[in-house]
């Protein structure tokens, strides 16, 4: 069983940036393939980023590709995604999740927070 925990969501301005962190439990953190997910009102979640266990290959979504990173840190349990030139239409609630193993294009997961709300002004 694996929890996460997710923090850094706020309020900012279009242009603008934030630090999500995924606090994750367990002891095999490495052996998790970590992603990322947002889900704006009304809309479907969507996929936004993914990582390898050993975080060497990583895994994005069109939108998001060269304004948003994702890294890990296995010795802290954590994965973060920085977000640069943030949009108004990124505001949603942005979700952690994890699997064990598997390809970082796999877009199911077995293991999710309860999300952090990123709100962009315009």
């Known amino acids: 069983q694996v929890q996460l925990v997710e923090s850094g969501g706020g309020l900012v301005q279009a242009g603008g940036s934030l630090r999500l962190s995924c606090a994750a439990s367990?002891?095999?953190?490495?052996?998790?393939?970590m992603g990322w997910f947002r889900q704006a009102p009304g809309k479907e979640r969507e996929f936004v980023a993914a990582?390898?266990?050993?975080?060497?290959?990583?895994y994005y979504s069109d939108s998001v590709k060269g304004r948003f990173t994702i890294s890990r840190d296995n010795a802290k349990n954590t994965v973060y995604l920085q977000m640069n030139s943030l949009k108004p239409e990124d505001t949603a609630v942005y979700y952690c999740?994890?699997?064990?193993?598997?390809?970082?294009?796999?877009?199911?997961?077995?293991?999710w927070g309860q999300g952090t709300q990123v709100t962009v002004s315009s």
């Open positions: 999740a994890a699997r064990a193993g598997g390809s970082i294009r796999t877009r199911d997961y077995d293991y």
């Open positions: 990582i390898s266990g050993s975080g060497g290959s990583t």
């Open positions: 367990g002891r095999t953190f490495s052996g998790y393939v």
